[in-house]
C-alpha cells in the first residue's frame, strides 16, 4: 500500500496570505486527487492530475503535479476564511479500486 | 446537480447491535465505494462495488458486510458493535474509473 506524506500537518494564516501544501511519496501515483473537507462533511474533489508536470489551475488555486509523480502541491493565493478546511491527497481508485489518502493539511485562515 | 445520498446521517446504536446504512449514488455511477473515518483520522477505504459485484476490498471488519443492488444503491451492514466503531463512514460514486464524489456521510455513535 502506497503511503502519502502531507505537509505541514497544521498551518494558520492571515487572510490574503499565500500558502502552498505538500503531499509526498516514495512511489510514482498512477493519478492524485486533491479533496478538501469541512467538518461533519464529505471531502470534495478540488482536481485530478495525471500527468507528469501538469498544473492545473482552480480559480485562486493552483496544483502542480511533479515531473516524477512522486510529489504534488497545492498553493492558495491570497487565502480567504473561506478556504478554510482539511486539505486530502489521495492516490489510487482506478477502476472501481479504494484510495488511499493521506493524513491531511488542516488550513485555518484568519480574518 | 444531484450527489450522493448517505442515510441516516446520525445513528446512535449500543455495543453489540447491528445497524444498516444505505448509500444512494449519484445517478448513472455504476461503482460505489465505502470509507470509515474515525476522529481526527483520514478516511479508510473498507469496500467498493462495480456492477452489483464486489471489486476492491480494504480494512472492512469480518463483522461488517455490504452489497450493491439492482438500483445500484448499496447498504453497508455492521454486526456485534463495539465503542470502536463509532465513526463517520463515506460512500462515495463514480462512473467506473473516473474520479470518486462523497456523500455528507453518516456519523454513528456506539455507546
Known amino acids: 500500500t502506497q503511503l502519502l506524506e502531507q505537509s505541514p500537518q497544521f498551518l494558520s494564516i492571515q487572510e490574503g496570505e499565500n500558502l502552498t501544501v505538500y503531499c509526498n511519496s516514495s512511489s510514482v501515483f498512477s493519478s492524485l486527487q486533491w479533496y478538501r473537507q469541512e467538518p461533519g462533511e464529505g471531502p470534495v474533489l478540488l482536481v485530478t492530475?495525471?500527468?507528469?508536470?501538469e498544473v492545473k489551475k482552480l480559480k485562486r488555486l493552483t496544483f502542480q503535479f511533479g515531473d516524477a509523480r512522486k510529489d504534488s502541491s497545492l498553493h492558495i493565493t491570497a487565502a480567504q476564511p473561506g478556504d478554510t478546511g482539511l486539505y486530502l491527497c489521495?492516490?489510487?481508485?482506478?477502476?472501481?479500486?479504494?484510495?488511499?489518502f493521506g493524513k491531511g493539511t488542516h488550513l485555518i485562515i484568519q480574518p | 446537480a444531484a450527489g450522493v445520498i448517505q442515510s441516516p446521517r446520525h445513528l446512535i446504536k449500543e455495543k453489540r447491535e447491528t445497524a444498516t446504512l444505505k448509500c444512494y449514488p449519484i445517478p448513472r455511477h455504476d461503482t460505489v465505494y465505502w470509507y470509515q473515518q474515525g476522529p481526527g483520522q483520514d478516511p479508510q477505504f473498507l469496500i467498493s462495488f462495480y456492477e452489483k459485484m464486489q471489486s476492491d476490498k480494504g480494512s472492512i471488519p469480518d463483522r461488517f458486510s455490504a452489497q450493491q443492488f439492482s438500483d445500484y444503491h448499496s447498504e453497508l451492514n455492521m454486526s456485534s458493535l463495539e465503542l470502536g466503531d463509532s465513526a463517520l463512514y463515506f460512500c462515495?460514486?463514480?462512473?467506473?474509473?473516473?474520479?470518486?464524489?462523497f456523500g455528507d456521510g453518516t456519523r454513528l455513535s456506539i455507546l
Open positions: 462515495a460514486s463514480s462512473k467506473e474509473g473516473q474520479p470518486q464524489h
Open positions: 489521495a492516490e489510487g481508485g482506478g477502476g472501481a479500486d479504494g484510495l488511499t
Open positions: 492530475v495525471v500527468t507528469g508536470g
